[in-house]
């Protein structure tokens, strides 16, 4: 997860607000990390080097818990909860951080001069606080998106919240289900933090803090990625998160295999190397400064003494050891003896401790209750003429109270040691966390300056001479962590294994099985989509990806056969509509024909015809107005006869469509001049020959707009503006007339309607702007639609 999160960091360009969430869960991971490390490394080395690692651990997890924490304040961009709260926020965990790194370093140096000094209880509150914070910030963030997606003011919103942190199947959408699933993995840490704290504080057992712990990591770390991978929007791949998750998921199997095997296999543990019953191992000085290790006469004196507590005894005599005299001991009920000051278990792990000791039989023993039948249990001190005796008799284990212990420390004025094993259970369980539940080793040790031990068995390596200020030491807990090893060694090798495979093997699988025919299948559907339906749909595989392959490669064939029968559909649809078009035109040009007959040959005859009925009559009472009358009927007739052959004309289509437009409206100008009194202006900008659909509908506007406007709108003035070129071309009718309402249509005029349906026919477009008292102005537009470079844009105007 660290190295994920940085290499996002170090190769992805994205926003501030992206980065630095980014940076956040860098050194979340980081510290996390950092501090799971060095606590396996504090555990799987040697004790004596673990004690040196084990102060660093703080640090780390402070700088873990620091990076979450700014990571929940500032999960929703672009300000989080406040921009000086974050400054405070970040301000108070680098002071956090830094009291964790004095700390260590005073920690680190005491270890360094034999003294093993733990974290202060106190200095736990700020994680659990930290944590619970996270708490509050997650609540607020799903407050803020609750509210803005239900438009909900903040403190309902709230209520919202709590309901659906409370009853989980409450549906949630984007940054409303992210809070709420980042809330629920806080709890994970929050849970953590405080039993770390009443571990600290005795409430709760050393034993159980470190299962919770571990459990309540491993279900943080699981949660963070499985809530990150699902809710946060990113650019990672559906392989990512496969990978992810599943390599989540295999480690959370194998740390639950790993406590099931464990505990199994510790419960089978059985040291061969502790002391036996009724045995004896005698210490003797030589005058080289060393000690002659060998097994003695078994001897254990039934005359105790007096019943002691733990703490310091005055010798009666003075006492040699390692060419040191001492006149009191501290006696610890544990099987320790110290020469400087009370031994502590801390301390005994770290290289021996700090000071000349004798581990006689070290492990945490309590006195019975007193019964009927059962010998006195104690510690118990006696003085003699040569010697002095400590005895543990009959205790009981502190954690097994079916473990009973008696032993004997004899100390001689001479400088020899004497340890008698009475009773030893011989079948002792030890614990992974505790190393006093059992006997953690027997020996003596010289002071710290210039500490040599050699660790030996004293079942099997006695006798044993050690040299000048050399200790010897028969460390069992050491044989019980050699013994896990084998267990958890192998465990170790696998897991390091499986996530090699996880993470080298998996991918090129996904690659082969998932990403390939994925890419593969959305290549297709792209130029599908793109309109190449006869694009092959490749099957890899014959799994749920070829199966949609399969399905989208048919309904490409059957949407392809459509478009085909779509096609001779539209084809004999086309035919028909030109046939029907045809039709129409003919209609148009019938109905135009009879609205020009009826409008000029029809009435120049009406009145010819009705001058002519007058005649006779006319003639016989005024001849001169009767000659009149026949010159009116001639000049009328030559008019019929004149609209007859303009009628004709405009029927020769073929003429037109090879003359250019301007040539054919500066004729049209000519003749409605010739006809009406108007004073019309044509403009041409440029003159073409259009394709003859197109000229012959735009002479028929320009034809049809003039006649209008002379004709129906009284227009005094006419402008016409004509420019045109082979692809593209503009009309423009623009008089001082009556105008009229173009919201409102007549029944009976349809020559506006023409106009819209003749410039339609060629694809192009009509625009009529007129007002009551304010004239009329018509606009056609047409430009070739196969023309990529053009479009009504780029006409001129």
Known sequence: MANYFLYRLVTQRNSWQETRSTGFLVLTTVGSSGSTSLQLLAISLHPSLGHLILPWVGPAGAAGMAGFLLFAYYFHPPSGLGKWGGIVLAVLLAALVCLELLIAVDRWVLVREGVVEFREAWVDIPFAAAFGLSFLFFIAHLARAIARQRHKPLWIALLFAVGAIVWPRVKLTGDAAAARAFFYVSAMPLLLAVSLLLRSYGVI??????????????FAVAGFVLAYLNYVPEQSSFRIKVIGITMVTVLSILCGISWVFGAVYIDGYKNPHLPQDQTAIQFV???DGGYLVAPAEYRFHSDLGDKIADGEVVLPEAFQFFGAIYRSAFVSRDGVVGFEQMPLWRDFDNRFGPQPVIYALTTSLVAPEVGQGTAPGGLFYKENPDHVAFTWNNMTSAYRLHDRYSFQLRLYYDGDIELVFKDVPQRVSPDVYRADVTPMMIGIVPGFEGRRMSEIRFSENLPHQTAQNQGVIDYHRLDFLTYLDRIYGPIALFILIASLIILIILPRFFRINLDLPLKRLISSVQQIMDG?????????????????????????VAQQDLIASLEDKVVKRTSEVTEYAVKNARLEERNRLSWDLHDAVSQTLFSANLIASNLPDLLQKDPERGIGALADIQRLNKKALAEMRQMLLYLREDKRAQTPMGLLLQKLVGEIEGKFPVDISLQIDGDAVLPEVVQLNFYRIAQESMTNATKHAGAGRVDVLFDGMAKKAMLTVRDDGKGFDTSIRKSG??????????????GGTLDIVSAPGAGCQVTAIW???????QTPAQIPL
């Open 205 to 218: 057992d050393w034993l159980w803090a470190e299962v919770l712990a571990c459990w309540l990591f491993l």
């Open 285 to 287: 000085p030589d005058p």
């Open 532 to 556: 190449k339906l006869s694009t092959e749909v490749g099957v890899s595989h014959r799994d749920e990806i070829g199966f949609l392959a399969t399905s989208f490669r048919k309904m490409a």
């Open 749 to 762: 005029h349809m020559g506006l309607q023409i106009m819209r349906e003749r410039i339609a026919d060629v």
């Open 783 to 789: 430009y070739d639609p196969t023309e990529d470079d």
